[in-house]
């Protein structure tokens, strides 16, 4: 790998000087400029980002804290962050905080002294003052809190949407998966579902399930132990629908004649399942676009008219779910 000293060399000229033409930090002859950037393109120097960024005091560097990277929902959301960004020409340092305040803190020290000038997060609950306190921008992504811009979809109108597609295509004894309490997107549409349970005074059953697919294993087999002739079930999230759909399918029910099943954020392999999976879809790759949008905005200090964007949720239909007129 080239470094500024083979680059000197190659120019013809001093490291200070290549360094003043790279970093545009003092006054340089057209013609050695030329000479420089000549030798640059020659040589496919990369200059140190960091280092760049401690000589200018700022940098191109974005810090990125999503949950788990292994939940397909998440890398969507990164993808819609880094593809705007590097229409602006940001990159990111990326890291999982797995819903741990300890996890965010030392993320949150380790992009400070990368001399990041800016930060996306979906952070969890409990560390949200870690980030009002920062002097660089933060955006939330996929989590609110008063004082921060924020990207996030409607959970709410999610969690009643799947409730009421139960109800109206037949169920009516309906188990409900509650996602982790402190995650609070999971959360909000988990008592959505419940409220619009109650209203249509349906009968149903409440079981607790981690986001992982190991979690919805054992949320599957206490589900149909305690309930075994329930005949709807509303996931928490598409991994644990998954996990649902396995056990189903081993204690050969019929679905969605014995049993319907909706899950919750559309990811990717939900349309592969066999049967393929209803769900409710969050738009992911929209939501991570937006937040680095409403960053980029902050950072170069433009007024933001809107800073709470709370994006729509649909339902996808797919053989999970029976159709709306055989109900």
Known sequence: MATIRDVAKEAGFSVATVSRVINDSGYAHEDTRKAVMLAVEKLNYKPNEVAR??????????GLILPDITNPFFPE???GVEDYLQQYG?????????????KEMEYIDTFLQNNVVGMIASTSEIGNESF????????????TVEGLPAVYSDQRAGGQLAARILIDRGSKDIVLIRGPVEIKPVYDRYVAAMEELRLAKVKFHVVDSPLTIQGGQVCAQELFEKYPHVDGVIACNDIVAAAILQEILKREKRIPDDIQLIGYDDIAFTALLHPPLSTIRQPAYEMGKQAAELLIKRINQEVIEE?????????????????KAES
């Open 53 to 62: 960024s401690l000589y200018k005091r700022k940098s191109k560097l974005i």
């Open 77 to 79: 959301m990164a993808r």
């Open 90 to 102: 940001y990159r990111l340092i990326f890291g999982n905080s797995d819903e741990k305040r300890n």
């Open 132 to 143: 009002s306190n920062l002097e660089i921008p933060v955006v939330l992504l996929d989590r």
């Open 307 to 323: 800073t709470h964007r709370k994006l729509p949720v649909t339902f996808v239909e797919r053989l999970t779910t029976r159709k």
